[in-house]
Protein backbone atom coordinates (compact mmCIF):
# COMPACT_ATOMS: atom_id res chain seq x y z
CA UNK A 1 0.00 0.00 0.00
CA UNK A 2 1.66 3.27 -1.06
CA UNK A 3 0.21 5.29 1.72
CA UNK A 4 1.16 3.13 4.42
CA UNK A 5 4.60 3.13 2.87
CA UNK A 6 4.30 7.00 2.68
CA UNK A 7 3.21 6.90 6.36
CA UNK A 8 6.40 4.73 7.38
CA UNK A 9 8.80 7.26 5.36
CA UNK A 10 7.55 10.10 7.23
CA UNK A 11 7.74 8.12 10.73
CA UNK A 12 11.44 7.08 9.67
CA UNK A 13 12.56 10.81 8.94
CA UNK A 14 10.69 11.92 12.39
CA UNK A 15 12.54 9.09 14.67
CA UNK A 16 15.64 10.16 12.51
CA UNK A 17 15.41 13.69 14.20
CA UNK A 18 17.29 14.56 17.33
CA UNK A 19 14.24 15.15 19.66
CA UNK A 20 15.61 19.03 20.32
CA UNK A 21 14.56 19.64 16.82
CA UNK A 22 11.09 20.54 17.06
CA UNK A 23 8.14 19.34 14.82
CA UNK A 24 5.75 21.86 13.61
CA UNK A 25 2.90 20.07 14.52
CA UNK A 26 2.83 20.02 18.37
CA UNK A 27 0.86 17.19 18.65
CA UNK A 28 2.20 15.01 16.11
CA UNK A 29 5.36 16.39 18.18
CA UNK A 30 3.94 14.75 21.74
CA UNK A 31 3.62 11.13 19.43
CA UNK A 32 7.13 11.21 18.10
CA UNK A 33 8.71 12.28 21.39
CA UNK A 34 6.73 8.97 23.16
CA UNK A 35 7.59 6.41 20.71
CA UNK A 36 11.07 7.36 19.98
CA UNK A 37 13.00 5.70 22.27
CA UNK A 38 11.53 2.66 21.38
CA UNK A 39 11.57 2.83 17.87
CA UNK A 40 15.38 3.66 18.03
CA UNK A 41 16.16 0.65 20.76
CA UNK A 42 17.40 3.21 23.24
CA UNK A 43 14.11 2.05 25.64
CA UNK A 44 14.68 -1.74 26.08
CA UNK A 45 18.63 -0.71 27.51
CA UNK A 46 17.08 2.05 29.73
CA UNK A 47 16.54 1.20 33.34
CA UNK A 48 12.79 1.70 33.06
CA UNK A 49 11.85 -2.02 31.79
CA UNK A 50 8.68 -1.42 33.15
CA UNK A 51 5.39 -2.70 30.75
CA UNK A 52 3.93 1.00 31.30
CA UNK A 53 6.59 2.23 29.08
CA UNK A 54 5.21 0.06 25.87
CA UNK A 55 2.30 1.42 26.51
CA UNK A 56 3.39 5.27 26.34
CA UNK A 57 5.47 4.28 23.27
CA UNK A 58 2.65 1.95 21.41
CA UNK A 59 0.52 5.11 22.02
CA UNK A 60 2.59 7.19 20.49
CA UNK A 61 2.85 5.31 17.43
CA UNK A 62 -0.57 4.91 16.96
CA UNK A 63 -1.04 8.56 17.18
CA UNK A 64 1.48 9.57 14.93
CA UNK A 65 0.27 7.34 12.26
CA UNK A 66 -3.19 8.00 12.68
CA UNK A 67 -2.41 12.21 12.27
CA UNK A 68 0.03 11.38 9.23
CA UNK A 69 -3.23 9.37 7.78
CA UNK A 70 -5.53 11.89 8.53
CA UNK A 71 -3.35 14.94 6.81
CA UNK A 72 -2.15 12.76 3.48
CA UNK A 73 -5.92 11.61 2.97
CA UNK A 74 -7.03 15.03 3.28
CA UNK A 75 -4.85 16.19 0.95
CA UNK A 76 -6.69 17.67 -2.25
CA UNK A 77 -3.35 18.09 -4.68
CA UNK A 78 -2.30 14.72 -4.35
CA UNK A 79 -4.93 12.54 -5.74
CA UNK A 80 -3.47 9.14 -4.31
CA UNK A 81 -4.49 10.15 -1.08
CA UNK A 82 -7.83 11.72 -2.08
CA UNK A 83 -10.10 9.14 0.02
CA UNK A 84 -10.42 9.33 3.33
CA UNK A 85 -10.26 6.35 5.62
CA UNK A 86 -13.14 4.68 6.72
CA UNK A 87 -12.08 4.86 10.85
CA UNK A 88 -8.89 5.95 12.52
CA UNK A 89 -7.42 3.55 14.65
CA UNK A 90 -6.86 4.84 18.25
CA UNK A 91 -5.71 3.08 21.76
CA UNK A 92 -8.05 3.62 24.71
CA UNK A 93 -6.62 4.55 28.35
CA UNK A 94 -4.28 1.90 29.20
CA UNK A 95 -3.42 -0.55 31.71
CA UNK A 96 -7.47 -0.27 32.88
CA UNK A 97 -10.22 -2.54 33.52
CA UNK A 98 -12.56 -1.90 31.13
CA UNK A 99 -16.43 -2.03 31.54
CA UNK A 100 -18.87 -4.39 31.04
CA UNK A 101 -15.81 -7.02 32.24
CA UNK A 102 -16.76 -10.22 34.44
CA UNK A 103 -13.34 -10.02 35.65
CA UNK A 104 -11.32 -7.88 37.52
CA UNK A 105 -8.40 -7.76 35.62
CA UNK A 106 -6.87 -4.89 33.87
CA UNK A 107 -5.99 -5.02 29.84
CA UNK A 108 -2.92 -3.51 28.39
CA UNK A 109 -3.30 -1.62 25.46
CA UNK A 110 -7.15 -1.79 23.98
CA UNK A 111 -7.88 -0.13 20.65
CA UNK A 112 -10.91 1.87 19.35
CA UNK A 113 -12.16 2.63 16.12
CA UNK A 114 -12.72 6.74 16.02
CA UNK A 115 -14.11 9.08 12.61
CA UNK A 116 -11.44 11.21 13.32
CA UNK A 117 -8.51 12.25 15.56
CA UNK A 118 -10.18 15.17 17.67
CA UNK A 119 -9.89 12.69 20.84
CA UNK A 120 -6.29 11.16 19.75
CA UNK A 121 -4.73 12.63 22.92
CA UNK A 122 -7.97 11.83 25.64
CA UNK A 123 -7.37 8.96 27.76
CA UNK A 124 -10.96 6.89 27.59
CA UNK A 125 -12.09 4.55 29.67
CA UNK A 126 -11.93 1.00 27.76
CA UNK A 127 -15.69 -0.24 27.30
CA UNK A 128 -15.92 -4.01 25.59
CA UNK A 129 -18.95 -3.34 23.68
CA UNK A 130 -16.59 -1.12 21.98
CA UNK A 131 -13.01 -2.40 21.84
CA UNK A 132 -12.03 -2.77 18.27
CA UNK A 133 -9.24 -5.27 18.99
CA UNK A 134 -7.06 -5.61 21.88
CA UNK A 135 -3.13 -5.67 22.48
CA UNK A 136 -1.08 -7.12 25.08
CA UNK A 137 2.15 -5.88 25.75
CA UNK A 138 5.24 -7.93 27.69
CA UNK A 139 8.51 -6.26 28.51
CA UNK A 140 10.68 -10.03 27.60
CA UNK A 141 10.29 -11.58 24.03
CA UNK A 142 10.39 -14.73 26.35
CA UNK A 143 6.58 -14.03 27.19
CA UNK A 144 5.07 -14.07 23.99
CA UNK A 145 3.11 -17.21 24.52
CA UNK A 146 1.90 -15.37 28.36
CA UNK A 147 0.52 -12.60 25.56
CA UNK A 148 -1.17 -14.99 23.22
CA UNK A 149 -3.11 -16.09 26.26
CA UNK A 150 -3.94 -12.62 27.41
CA UNK A 151 -5.22 -11.37 24.22
CA UNK A 152 -7.38 -14.89 23.76
CA UNK A 153 -8.62 -14.01 27.19
CA UNK A 154 -9.62 -10.59 26.90
CA UNK A 155 -11.37 -11.30 23.17
CA UNK A 156 -13.28 -13.80 24.99
CA UNK A 157 -15.26 -10.63 26.67
CA UNK A 158 -15.06 -8.92 23.12
CA UNK A 159 -17.44 -11.61 21.57
CA UNK A 160 -19.87 -12.04 25.02
CA UNK A 161 -20.40 -7.88 24.86
CA UNK A 162 -20.41 -7.18 20.74
CA UNK A 163 -23.58 -9.52 19.22
CA UNK A 164 -22.37 -8.32 16.10
CA UNK A 165 -18.37 -9.84 16.34
CA UNK A 166 -17.74 -12.49 13.33
CA UNK A 167 -13.79 -13.12 14.50
CA UNK A 168 -11.67 -11.12 16.25
CA UNK A 169 -8.17 -9.31 15.96
CA UNK A 170 -5.25 -9.41 17.89
CA UNK A 171 -1.98 -7.95 18.73
CA UNK A 172 0.97 -8.59 20.79
CA UNK A 173 4.19 -6.40 21.88
CA UNK A 174 6.80 -8.38 23.47
CA UNK A 175 9.55 -5.42 23.87
CA UNK A 176 10.70 -4.45 20.28
CA UNK A 177 8.64 -7.42 18.41
CA UNK A 178 4.97 -7.04 17.10
CA UNK A 179 2.55 -9.45 16.29
CA UNK A 180 -1.23 -9.54 14.98
CA UNK A 181 -2.91 -12.33 15.08
CA UNK A 182 -6.49 -13.49 13.60
CA UNK A 183 -9.20 -15.39 16.23
CA UNK A 184 -11.28 -17.28 14.61
CA UNK A 185 -13.99 -20.55 15.88
CA UNK A 186 -11.38 -22.63 15.93
CA UNK A 187 -7.84 -21.08 14.96
CA UNK A 188 -5.40 -18.40 16.17
CA UNK A 189 -2.83 -17.57 13.63
CA UNK A 190 -0.41 -14.92 14.21
CA UNK A 191 2.11 -13.41 11.92
CA UNK A 192 5.84 -13.58 11.64
CA UNK A 193 7.42 -10.85 14.36
CA UNK A 194 8.22 -6.94 13.31
CA UNK A 195 10.80 -5.75 14.89
CA UNK A 196 9.59 -1.91 15.46
CA UNK A 197 13.34 -0.79 15.71
CA UNK A 198 13.57 -1.99 11.80
CA UNK A 199 12.28 0.07 8.94
CA UNK A 200 10.70 -3.24 7.59
CA UNK A 201 9.33 -3.76 10.56
CA UNK A 202 7.35 -0.52 11.03
CA UNK A 203 6.78 -0.72 7.49
CA UNK A 204 4.56 -4.00 8.22
CA UNK A 205 3.05 -2.88 11.62
CA UNK A 206 1.81 0.72 9.81
CA UNK A 207 0.64 -1.63 6.62
CA UNK A 208 -1.60 -3.48 9.29
CA UNK A 209 -3.19 -0.40 11.05
CA UNK A 210 -3.78 1.35 7.74
CA UNK A 211 -5.90 -1.53 6.50
CA UNK A 212 -7.79 -1.44 9.44
CA UNK A 213 -8.72 2.25 8.67
CA UNK A 214 -9.65 1.44 5.28
CA UNK A 215 -11.03 -2.05 5.18
CA UNK A 216 -14.33 -2.55 5.42
CA UNK A 217 -16.31 -3.79 8.69
CA UNK A 218 -16.82 -7.13 7.67
CA UNK A 219 -12.99 -7.39 7.31
CA UNK A 220 -12.39 -6.00 10.87
CA UNK A 221 -14.65 -9.07 12.04
CA UNK A 222 -18.01 -7.18 12.77
CA UNK A 223 -21.38 -9.14 11.05
CA UNK A 224 -22.66 -6.17 8.25
CA UNK A 225 -26.31 -8.18 9.22
CA UNK A 226 -26.47 -7.44 12.90
CA UNK A 227 -26.43 -3.68 13.40
CA UNK A 228 -27.28 -1.65 16.67
CA UNK A 229 -29.78 1.23 16.12
CA UNK A 230 -28.45 4.08 18.48
CA UNK A 231 -31.99 6.06 18.09
CA UNK A 232 -34.03 3.31 18.88
CA UNK A 233 -31.83 1.29 21.11
CA UNK A 234 -32.05 -2.18 19.23
CA UNK A 235 -30.70 -4.74 17.24
CA UNK A 236 -31.72 -5.15 13.57
CA UNK A 237 -31.39 -8.67 12.82
CA UNK A 238 -31.34 -9.85 9.35
CA UNK A 239 -32.54 -13.35 9.22
CA UNK A 240 -33.05 -15.61 5.76
CA UNK A 241 -36.58 -15.70 4.78
CA UNK A 242 -37.93 -19.36 5.26
CA UNK A 243 -40.52 -18.80 2.35
CA UNK A 244 -38.39 -17.25 -0.58
CA UNK A 245 -36.21 -19.79 0.40
CA UNK A 246 -38.48 -22.49 -0.62
CA UNK A 247 -39.20 -21.15 -3.44
CA UNK A 248 -35.25 -20.96 -4.31
CA UNK A 249 -35.36 -17.27 -3.52
CA UNK A 250 -33.08 -15.29 -1.28
CA UNK A 251 -35.10 -12.84 1.18
CA UNK A 252 -34.01 -11.76 4.22
CA UNK A 253 -36.62 -10.96 7.16
CA UNK A 254 -35.76 -7.86 9.60
CA UNK A 255 -36.12 -9.18 13.10
CA UNK A 256 -35.86 -6.12 16.38
CA UNK A 257 -33.96 -7.28 19.35
CA UNK A 258 -32.72 -5.55 22.50
CA UNK A 259 -29.06 -6.92 24.19
CA UNK A 260 -28.83 -10.55 23.86
CA UNK A 261 -30.52 -12.94 26.01
CA UNK A 262 -27.58 -15.91 25.49
CA UNK A 263 -24.09 -14.39 24.64
CA UNK A 264 -21.15 -16.15 22.80
CA UNK A 265 -19.43 -16.53 26.01
CA UNK A 266 -16.46 -18.67 24.69
CA UNK A 267 -13.86 -17.78 22.08
CA UNK A 268 -13.68 -21.02 20.77
CA UNK A 269 -17.25 -23.30 19.23
CA UNK A 270 -19.95 -22.19 17.41
CA UNK A 271 -20.56 -18.87 19.37
CA UNK A 272 -23.84 -19.52 19.57
CA UNK A 273 -25.98 -15.99 20.60
CA UNK A 274 -29.69 -15.75 21.46
CA UNK A 275 -31.73 -12.63 21.11
CA UNK A 276 -35.67 -12.30 21.58
CA UNK A 277 -36.91 -10.64 19.00
CA UNK A 278 -40.27 -9.34 17.27
CA UNK A 279 -40.98 -8.59 13.42
CA UNK A 280 -42.98 -5.32 14.72
CA UNK A 281 -40.13 -2.52 15.58
CA UNK A 282 -42.84 -1.16 17.82
CA UNK A 283 -43.37 -4.72 19.90
CA UNK A 284 -39.61 -4.75 20.92
CA UNK A 285 -40.20 -4.48 23.85
CA UNK A 286 -42.74 -7.58 23.47
CA UNK A 287 -40.55 -9.84 21.72
CA UNK A 288 -42.33 -13.49 20.60
CA UNK A 289 -39.43 -14.59 18.78
CA UNK A 290 -35.98 -16.28 19.93
CA UNK A 291 -33.32 -15.65 17.50
CA UNK A 292 -30.31 -18.11 17.11
CA UNK A 293 -27.34 -17.34 16.10
CA UNK A 294 -24.51 -20.00 15.45
CA UNK A 295 -21.87 -21.26 13.57
CA UNK A 296 -21.91 -24.62 13.12
CA UNK A 297 -19.66 -26.86 11.26
CA UNK A 298 -20.57 -28.02 7.52
CA UNK A 299 -18.65 -30.80 5.52
CA UNK A 300 -16.88 -29.84 2.64
CA UNK A 301 -17.35 -32.61 0.89
CA UNK A 302 -20.15 -32.18 -1.04
CA UNK A 303 -21.28 -36.06 -0.63
CA UNK A 304 -21.23 -35.84 3.11
CA UNK A 305 -24.57 -35.01 4.70
CA UNK A 306 -24.63 -31.63 6.79
CA UNK A 307 -25.92 -31.26 9.78
CA UNK A 308 -28.75 -28.36 9.13
CA UNK A 309 -30.59 -27.67 12.52
CA UNK A 310 -33.74 -26.05 10.23
CA UNK A 311 -33.77 -29.52 8.24
CA UNK A 312 -33.52 -31.29 10.98
CA UNK A 313 -36.49 -29.53 12.85
CA UNK A 314 -38.78 -29.59 10.11
CA UNK A 315 -38.43 -33.19 9.66
CA UNK A 316 -39.10 -33.95 13.26
CA UNK A 317 -42.22 -31.41 12.56
CA UNK A 318 -43.55 -33.61 9.87
CA UNK A 319 -42.25 -36.95 11.75
CA UNK A 320 -44.57 -36.12 14.56
CA UNK A 321 -47.45 -36.50 12.22
CA UNK A 322 -49.60 -33.62 13.22
CA UNK A 323 -48.90 -33.31 16.67
CA UNK A 324 -47.84 -29.91 17.96
CA UNK A 325 -44.11 -28.84 18.75
CA UNK A 326 -45.17 -26.40 20.99
CA UNK A 327 -47.53 -28.72 22.75
CA UNK A 328 -44.75 -31.30 23.08
CA UNK A 329 -42.20 -28.77 24.33
CA UNK A 330 -39.71 -28.75 21.07
CA UNK A 331 -39.04 -25.51 19.18
CA UNK A 332 -40.26 -25.00 15.70
CA UNK A 333 -38.75 -22.77 13.09
CA UNK A 334 -40.60 -19.67 11.34
CA UNK A 335 -37.39 -18.43 9.28
CA UNK A 336 -33.84 -19.01 9.02
CA UNK A 337 -31.26 -20.46 6.46
CA UNK A 338 -27.64 -19.61 5.86
CA UNK A 339 -26.52 -15.96 6.72
CA UNK A 340 -25.58 -13.91 3.39
CA UNK A 341 -23.98 -10.60 2.93
CA UNK A 342 -22.49 -8.52 -0.08
CA UNK A 343 -19.03 -8.59 -0.32
CA UNK A 344 -17.07 -6.80 -3.40
CA UNK A 345 -20.67 -6.65 -4.99
CA UNK A 346 -21.33 -10.47 -4.94
CA UNK A 347 -23.93 -11.60 -2.67
CA UNK A 348 -21.88 -14.66 -0.40
CA UNK A 349 -22.70 -17.38 2.24
CA UNK A 350 -21.02 -16.62 5.15
CA UNK A 351 -18.85 -19.12 6.68
CA UNK A 352 -15.06 -19.46 7.73
CA UNK A 353 -13.89 -19.43 4.06
CA UNK A 354 -14.44 -16.34 3.80
CA UNK A 355 -11.84 -15.46 6.68
CA UNK A 356 -9.42 -18.40 5.94
CA UNK A 357 -8.88 -18.68 2.42
CA UNK A 358 -6.82 -15.36 1.95
CA UNK A 359 -4.57 -16.53 4.37
CA UNK A 360 -4.25 -20.46 3.73
CA UNK A 361 -4.65 -20.29 -0.40
CA UNK A 362 -0.74 -19.25 -0.48
CA UNK A 363 0.29 -20.23 3.30
CA UNK A 364 3.96 -19.02 2.77
CA UNK A 365 3.68 -15.57 0.74
CA UNK A 366 3.39 -11.90 2.59
CA UNK A 367 0.00 -10.59 2.46
CA UNK A 368 0.03 -7.06 2.77
CA UNK A 369 -0.26 -6.57 -1.11
CA UNK A 370 -3.65 -5.39 -1.13
CA UNK A 371 -5.61 -3.40 1.57
CA UNK A 372 -8.51 -5.32 1.26
CA UNK A 373 -7.08 -8.05 3.36
CA UNK A 374 -5.61 -6.78 6.89
CA UNK A 375 -3.44 -9.36 6.97
CA UNK A 376 0.45 -8.37 7.49
CA UNK A 377 2.78 -11.18 7.16
CA UNK A 378 3.15 -14.54 6.49
CA UNK A 379 0.89 -16.80 8.39
CA UNK A 380 2.06 -19.19 11.71
CA UNK A 381 -0.56 -21.74 12.10
CA UNK A 382 -0.56 -21.92 16.28
CA UNK A 383 -3.11 -24.94 16.11
CA UNK A 384 -1.50 -28.44 14.73
CA UNK A 385 1.28 -28.37 12.21
CA UNK A 386 -1.12 -29.76 9.02
CA UNK A 387 -3.76 -26.98 9.83
CA UNK A 388 -3.53 -25.91 6.16
CA UNK A 389 -4.76 -29.86 5.76
CA UNK A 390 -7.38 -29.90 8.40
CA UNK A 391 -9.21 -26.89 8.07
CA UNK A 392 -12.72 -26.96 9.43
CA UNK A 393 -15.57 -25.40 7.40
CA UNK A 394 -17.98 -23.76 9.71
CA UNK A 395 -21.00 -21.75 8.52
CA UNK A 396 -22.68 -18.93 10.02
CA UNK A 397 -26.72 -19.83 10.22
CA UNK A 398 -29.59 -17.72 11.92
CA UNK A 399 -32.97 -19.16 12.74
CA UNK A 400 -36.00 -17.34 13.97
CA UNK A 401 -37.94 -19.97 16.12
CA UNK A 402 -40.94 -19.80 18.35
CA UNK A 403 -42.40 -19.77 20.87
CA UNK A 404 -40.12 -17.90 22.74
CA UNK A 405 -38.70 -18.85 26.09
CA UNK A 406 -36.72 -17.77 29.11
CA UNK A 407 -33.60 -18.81 30.39
CA UNK A 408 -33.51 -21.48 32.94
CA UNK A 409 -31.83 -18.81 35.20
CA UNK A 410 -35.26 -17.23 35.39
CA UNK A 411 -36.97 -20.28 37.56
CA UNK A 412 -38.06 -19.32 41.38
CA UNK A 413 -36.71 -22.64 42.59
CA UNK A 414 -35.79 -25.87 42.15
CA UNK A 415 -39.41 -27.03 42.20
CA UNK A 416 -40.06 -25.95 38.63
CA UNK A 417 -36.50 -26.95 37.69
CA UNK A 418 -37.96 -30.45 38.28
CA UNK A 419 -41.02 -29.94 36.14
CA UNK A 420 -38.80 -28.14 33.24
CA UNK A 421 -36.27 -31.08 33.09
CA UNK A 422 -38.90 -34.04 33.23
CA UNK A 423 -41.20 -32.22 30.20
CA UNK A 424 -37.76 -31.74 28.51
CA UNK A 425 -36.87 -35.23 28.42
CA UNK A 426 -40.46 -36.63 27.72
CA UNK A 427 -39.82 -34.33 24.26
CA UNK A 428 -36.33 -35.88 24.15
CA UNK A 429 -38.00 -39.02 23.89
CA UNK A 430 -40.55 -39.01 21.78
CA UNK A 431 -38.67 -37.38 19.09
CA UNK A 432 -35.78 -40.08 19.34
CA UNK A 433 -39.29 -42.57 19.11
CA UNK A 434 -41.10 -40.82 16.11
CA UNK A 435 -38.24 -39.48 14.03
CA UNK A 436 -35.05 -40.78 15.05
CA UNK A 437 -33.23 -38.19 16.36
CA UNK A 438 -30.40 -38.15 19.14
CA UNK A 439 -30.12 -34.48 20.51
CA UNK A 440 -26.73 -34.69 22.22
CA UNK A 441 -25.98 -31.55 23.70
CA UNK A 442 -28.62 -31.56 27.05
CA UNK A 443 -26.77 -28.87 28.45
CA UNK A 444 -28.48 -25.39 30.79
CA UNK A 445 -28.71 -23.08 27.51
CA UNK A 446 -30.15 -25.64 25.84
CA UNK A 447 -33.44 -25.87 28.06
CA UNK A 448 -35.81 -23.21 28.14
CA UNK A 449 -38.84 -22.53 30.15
CA UNK A 450 -42.35 -21.91 28.71
CA UNK A 451 -45.07 -20.04 30.87
CA UNK A 452 -47.93 -21.97 30.80
CA UNK A 453 -50.93 -20.89 32.66
CA UNK A 454 -50.24 -21.60 36.24
CA UNK A 455 -47.18 -23.63 35.49
CA UNK A 456 -44.00 -23.78 33.86
CA UNK A 457 -43.37 -25.74 30.78
CA UNK A 458 -39.46 -27.01 29.51
CA UNK A 459 -38.39 -26.09 26.18
CA UNK A 460 -36.17 -28.21 23.92
CA UNK A 461 -33.87 -26.29 22.02
CA UNK A 462 -30.60 -26.41 19.76
CA UNK A 463 -30.49 -29.52 17.21
CA UNK A 464 -27.23 -28.26 15.59
CA UNK A 465 -25.58 -31.45 16.98
CA UNK A 466 -28.60 -33.96 16.43
CA UNK A 467 -28.01 -36.61 14.18
CA UNK A 468 -30.50 -39.44 13.20
CA UNK A 469 -29.85 -43.20 15.28
CA UNK A 470 -29.74 -44.70 11.81
CA UNK A 471 -26.86 -43.09 10.24
CA UNK A 472 -23.87 -44.28 10.07
CA UNK A 473 -22.18 -41.05 11.81
CA UNK A 474 -24.13 -42.18 14.99
CA UNK A 475 -21.45 -44.92 14.81
CA UNK A 476 -18.49 -42.20 14.81
CA UNK A 477 -16.68 -41.12 17.31
CA UNK A 478 -17.01 -37.68 17.39
CA UNK A 479 -17.23 -35.25 20.49
CA UNK A 480 -20.29 -33.50 20.46
CA UNK A 481 -21.85 -30.76 23.24
CA UNK A 482 -21.05 -28.41 26.27
CA UNK A 483 -18.17 -29.35 27.96
CA UNK A 484 -19.18 -29.90 31.79
CA UNK A 485 -22.65 -31.75 30.31
CA UNK A 486 -20.76 -34.33 28.25
CA UNK A 487 -21.07 -37.97 28.79
CA UNK A 488 -17.34 -39.77 29.97
CA UNK A 489 -17.86 -41.64 26.81
CA UNK A 490 -18.45 -38.45 24.38
CA UNK A 491 -15.53 -36.62 26.29
CA UNK A 492 -13.12 -39.93 25.75
CA UNK A 493 -13.94 -39.75 22.00
CA UNK A 494 -15.15 -43.57 22.64
CA UNK A 495 -16.11 -45.42 19.65
CA UNK A 496 -18.55 -47.28 21.54
CA UNK A 497 -21.62 -46.09 19.59
CA UNK A 498 -23.54 -43.02 21.19
CA UNK A 499 -27.26 -43.94 22.35
CA UNK A 500 -29.97 -41.69 24.14
CA UNK A 501 -27.92 -43.12 27.47
CA UNK A 502 -25.24 -40.30 27.02
CA UNK A 503 -27.58 -37.80 26.63
CA UNK A 504 -29.37 -39.08 30.21
CA UNK A 505 -25.80 -39.13 31.40
CA UNK A 506 -25.95 -35.18 30.55
CA UNK A 507 -29.04 -34.73 32.08
CA UNK A 508 -27.13 -35.74 35.96
CA UNK A 509 -24.78 -33.10 35.09
CA UNK A 510 -27.32 -30.46 34.63
CA UNK A 511 -29.06 -31.18 38.11
CA UNK A 512 -25.56 -31.75 40.04
CA UNK A 513 -24.29 -28.45 37.82
CA UNK A 514 -27.60 -26.45 39.24
CA UNK A 515 -27.43 -27.65 42.46
CA UNK A 516 -23.87 -26.93 43.01
CA UNK A 517 -24.19 -23.28 41.77
CA UNK A 518 -27.55 -22.35 42.35
CA UNK A 519 -30.99 -22.23 40.15
CA UNK A 520 -32.21 -19.25 40.06
CA UNK A 521 -29.86 -15.69 38.81
CA UNK A 522 -29.47 -14.16 42.37
CA UNK A 523 -28.22 -17.73 43.81
CA UNK A 524 -25.87 -18.26 40.99
CA UNK A 525 -24.51 -14.82 41.67
CA UNK A 526 -24.08 -15.08 45.52
CA UNK A 527 -22.71 -18.65 44.65
CA UNK A 528 -19.65 -16.83 42.73
CA UNK A 529 -18.92 -14.23 45.02
CA UNK A 530 -18.58 -17.26 47.38
CA UNK A 531 -16.14 -18.85 45.30
CA UNK A 532 -14.27 -15.20 44.50
CA UNK A 533 -14.09 -14.12 48.65
CA UNK A 534 -12.88 -17.86 48.67
CA UNK A 535 -9.45 -17.50 46.39
CA UNK A 536 -8.97 -13.91 47.58
CA UNK A 537 -8.08 -15.86 50.64
CA UNK A 538 -6.45 -19.20 49.19
CA UNK A 539 -5.43 -18.60 45.75
CA UNK A 540 -5.01 -22.06 45.05
CA UNK A 541 -9.10 -22.96 45.77
CA UNK A 542 -10.68 -25.22 43.48
CA UNK A 543 -14.31 -25.22 43.53
CA UNK A 544 -16.49 -27.78 43.33
CA UNK A 545 -17.11 -29.24 39.97
CA UNK A 546 -14.54 -26.84 38.92
CA UNK A 547 -12.52 -29.96 37.04
CA UNK A 548 -15.68 -30.82 35.02
CA UNK A 549 -15.18 -27.42 33.13
CA UNK A 550 -11.64 -27.07 32.73
CA UNK A 551 -8.49 -29.01 31.49
CA UNK A 552 -8.81 -31.77 28.03
CA UNK A 553 -11.39 -33.40 27.26
CA UNK A 554 -9.57 -36.62 29.27
CA UNK A 555 -8.90 -34.35 32.38
CA UNK A 556 -12.52 -33.85 32.42
CA UNK A 557 -13.70 -37.74 31.77
CA UNK A 558 -11.26 -38.84 34.33
CA UNK A 559 -12.86 -35.85 37.12
CA UNK A 560 -16.20 -37.18 36.27
CA UNK A 561 -15.13 -40.86 36.95
CA UNK A 562 -13.22 -40.56 40.14
CA UNK A 563 -16.77 -37.88 41.70
CA UNK A 564 -19.38 -40.83 40.43
CA UNK A 565 -16.41 -43.45 41.40
CA UNK A 566 -19.23 -45.08 43.83
CA UNK A 567 -22.25 -43.43 46.22
CA UNK A 568 -19.81 -42.55 48.71
CA UNK A 569 -17.57 -40.68 46.38
CA UNK A 570 -20.60 -39.47 44.74
CA UNK A 571 -22.00 -37.43 48.22
CA UNK A 572 -18.44 -36.38 49.17
CA UNK A 573 -17.16 -34.68 45.52
CA UNK A 574 -20.74 -33.80 44.79
CA UNK A 575 -24.01 -34.09 46.34
CA UNK A 576 -22.66 -32.28 49.68
CA UNK A 577 -21.91 -29.01 47.77
CA UNK A 578 -25.65 -28.63 47.04
CA UNK A 579 -27.63 -25.22 47.97
CA UNK A 580 -29.64 -26.09 50.92
CA UNK A 581 -33.02 -26.42 51.77
CA UNK A 582 -36.06 -28.53 51.20
CA UNK A 583 -36.11 -27.59 47.20
CA UNK A 584 -32.79 -28.91 46.82
CA UNK A 585 -32.89 -31.95 49.04
CA UNK A 586 -35.64 -33.02 46.50
CA UNK A 587 -32.84 -32.29 43.91
CA UNK A 588 -30.02 -34.38 45.64
CA UNK A 589 -32.64 -37.38 45.20
CA UNK A 590 -33.20 -37.04 41.74
CA UNK A 591 -29.40 -36.93 40.99
Keep these: ?61 LRFVAYRLEQLSKDAGDSRFGRLPVRFVLPYKPDHKPELADEDIRVDCPLRACQDTSTAEQ ?72 DITDSAGRAAYISFIVSLCYCTDYELGYDPTVVWNPDKEYWVIKCPDLTAAKDGEMRVVDYYARAPIFEAERLFGRHTRGFAASLNPNLVGEPDTFIKDAWPYESPDSQSTSRNELDILRDIEKQLGGKSMDTLGVIRATNGGTVCFSKAGNLVNDDTSNILEPIFADFETALCETPDVPIISKGRALAEENLTRNISLRVHRRLALQPLGRPLHTLESPYELIIVLADVMVAHSTILKTSGYLHRDISPNNIMVVDDGERVRGLLIDFDYAVKTSEARIALAERTGTLPFMSISNLQNSKVQRSELDDWESLLYVVCWLGVHGVSHDEQVAYQQEINAARKVDKYYTPPLAKWEAGSFDDVARAKQIDLEDDERFNDCVLQYFQDGAAYDELKDMA
Design 1 to 61: MELANTVASDLDRNVATAPEEPVADNAMSRAVDACRSWLNASLTQSRNRRESALYSAHTGF
Design 123 to 194: ELHPDYKDILLMAESKWSAHEQNTAYDQVIRYTRQMYACQPNRRFAWGVTICRTLIRVVLLTNDYIISSEDM
